[in-house]
């Protein structure tokens, strides 16, 4: 198992540019979580999936967009880059178990930098 | 307006002693706290969790504590050792609406010196 793979690793941008951050995990989990985390901060939660077709917005999702068309991925697109979405982001997934919280298990993260 | 503090971003101690990380919450329909460990450019790690009707829950060293009327939790590490050295964060969680999400901390940075 390769757990939750994010790609690239690093990216840097220009302010404008737009790009799609790659997730997946084949761990069979119905949820899936991007989350972004800025230096000195806790992990913000910018948008979810509960499965296959079904997104939902999180504390942060302004400037970002999802799509979920299999169970395996889950990939986060920035469109109009700003300097403000510099940070590292961390795509996770989880069971989701009905009626309680599960573990998330975490991706390697993103750093992005938009200049 | 954050409603998960870790009020201290540094802890430092010595190998073999106890490490104590604090965690504070103002909602009180936070049901479910979890513990995840980072490493330097790795993704987080779960490390222990504890459900808001229990007080403790253990783990080999690691010990999660809870207070529910002071909305504190607290994670012990006995004994402390080098390879604990990394970025704690502490969660909560509610779940609503079908589905959980998670609030962090800022995290706290613990060094174990050897």
């Known amino acids: 198992n390769a757990g939750v793979t994010q790609t690239p690793k690093f990216r840097i941008l220009k302010i404008g540019q737009s790009m799609t951050l790659q997730c997946a995990q084949d761990?069979?989990?119905?949820?899936m979580y991007w989350y972004r985390q800025d230096p000195g901060m806790g992990l913000k939660l910018i948008y979810y999936?509960?499965?296959?077709?079904?997104?939902d917005k999180g504390e942060v999702p302004n400037g970002y967009n999802v799509s979920r068309s299999t169970t395996e991925d889950f990939p986060l697109r920035l469109e109009l880059a700003a300097p403000s979405q510099t940070s590292v982001y961390f795509c996770?997934?989880?069971?989701?178990?009905?009626?309680?919280?599960?573990?998330?298990?975490f991706g390697p993260g993103t750093r992005l930098t938009v200049l | 307006d954050q409603q998960v503090k870790q009020n201290s971003p540094s802890l430092s101690v010595q190998e073999g002693r106890i490490s104590i990380l604090n965690c504070d919450y103002t909602?009180?329909?936070?049901?479910?706290f979890l513990w995840y460990k980072k490493y330097p450019a790795e993704g987080p790690t779960f490390l222990i969790s504890?459900?808001?009707?229990?007080d403790k829950n253990e783990d080999g060293r690691f010990t999660v504590f809870l207070n529910k009327s002071a909305k504190h939790l607290s994670l012990h590490i006995v004994p402390s050792q080098p390879g604990d050295s990394a970025v704690y964060f502490c969660?909560?969680?509610?779940?609503?609406?079908?589905?959980?999400?998670?609030?962090f901390g800022k995290g706290t940075k613990l060094t174990v010196n050897p």
């Open positions: 996770a997934s989880s069971y989701g178990l009905s009626g309680s919280t599960d573990t998330q298990y």
């Open positions: 999936s509960v499965g296959a077709g079904i997104t």
């Open positions: 969660a909560a969680s509610e779940y609503q609406g079908g589905s959980e999400k998670l609030v």
């Open positions: 504890i459900s808001s009707i229990k």
């Open positions: 909602n009180s329909m936070f049901d479910y």
């Open positions: 761990m069979n989990h119905n949820y």
